[in-house]
Nanobody
Framework: QVGLVESGGGLVQAGASLTLSCVDN???SNWYAKGWFRQAPGTER?????????????YYDDSVKGRFTISKDDARNTVNLQMSTVEPEDTAIYYC????????????WGQGTQVTVSS
């Protein structure tokens, strides 16, 4: 499968940890940032975290700051999202995305992976 492919989703209990991975099978040579977004049932897709290629600088939504950590492995064309102390409110489909240039937004998307947190 060419493009961004997420893995690592599943069903976990509240308080547990989970790591999502996203591999860029297309090996995009020019990219500015990679990120994670999530969409809960009946809601719009929302930003979770971003990591820029240079720096690397990271950004987080306030709802996950201190609990989630985004990281990248350029040699493996992978971006990971380490989720700790998960909450039922973290239940969503998590999407990996890539921005090819600054100011253009995230223009390449994966298919998503489901994360369900039980209370």
């Amino acid at each position: 499968q060419v493009g961004l492919v997420e893995s690592g989703g599943g069903l976990v209990q509240a308080g547990a940890s989970l790591t999502l991975s996203c591999v860029d099978n297309g090996r995009t040579s020019n990219w500015y940032a990679k990120g994670w977004f999530r969409q809960a049932p009946g809601t719009e897709r929302k930003f979770v975290a971003q990591i820029n290629r240079s720096g690397p600088k990271t950004y987080y939504d306030d709802s996950v700051k201190g609990r989630f950590t985004i990281s990248k492995d350029d040699a493996r064309n992978t971006v990971n999202l380490q989720m700790s102390t998960v909450e039922p409110e973290d239940t969503a489909i998590y999407y990996c995305a890539l921005a090819t240039a600054p100011g253009t937004g995230f223009d390449v998307w994966g298919q998503g992976t489901q994360v369900t947190v039980s209370s």
